[in-house]
């Protein structure tokens, strides 16, 4: 049907659609405004912008150790059970990393030292101890090293060691920050008790898997770097 406007309903109409217009170009702007602000104020998320925006933490995380190591987190695009049965993966390292120190200690047996996460929804750092990712490991974490100490370490080293802690993968994300912390603390403590040095560990950059299988030192590692992911999550694929 047929609809008739007068003159003034017409003028109406179109004072409305240019109000309305108006709002939503305010709106844009505003939204515009608040998006340049936040990413002015956003920390990028990578190790390289965190030390340099966190320089105090990280200076107090090094400081008391004597050994430390780092592993960055990894996202899986596809196949993250797939390569389980020997089928292929899409995954992308993250730009972010799991560190762990270890220095000597006179008491004998595991000290956690606690230290930092980063909290990614407030910008910063907080101080956690290392139970508190997982605690119902606590017991059978420290049982595990303390006999992996008494078994490796060498003559005249002091009897103990303790540990330290810095994470900026977000936990339970799906970055997998278990298996970071894994292979960070395997290699960490086979670098204190001397089994491996760090030349040994950048051999092993760029060699094939077929490679890696036959190398005993590197066996050594990725054995103690899995039954550390199995006893954290209670048992490892």
Sequence with gaps: KKQELSLGEV???QSSLTKRKRKSETLYIIRQLCYIGIMENRIPMNSESLQEAFHAIY???FSKCSIAG???GTFWF???YAVLEGGLAILQK???RFYIGISPSEKPGVTDLGGYEFVHSKKEFK???FHYWWQITKEAFNDFLENELK???PDGYPPGINITYLSEIPTSSGINASAALSATMAC???TYTGEITPEIYNSWKGKKVSELSKDNLFDRAFRLAWKIEAILHGGAS
């Design 188 to 190: 960490a403590f086979l």
């Design 70 to 72: 780092s592993a960055s």
């Design 11 to 13: 003028r109406l109409c």
């Design 78 to 80: 596809a196949g993250e």
């Design 151 to 153: 078994k490796t370490l």
């Design 59 to 61: 200076q107090d995380f």
């Design 127 to 129: 101080k956690v101890d």
């Design 94 to 96: 993250v730009p972010m």
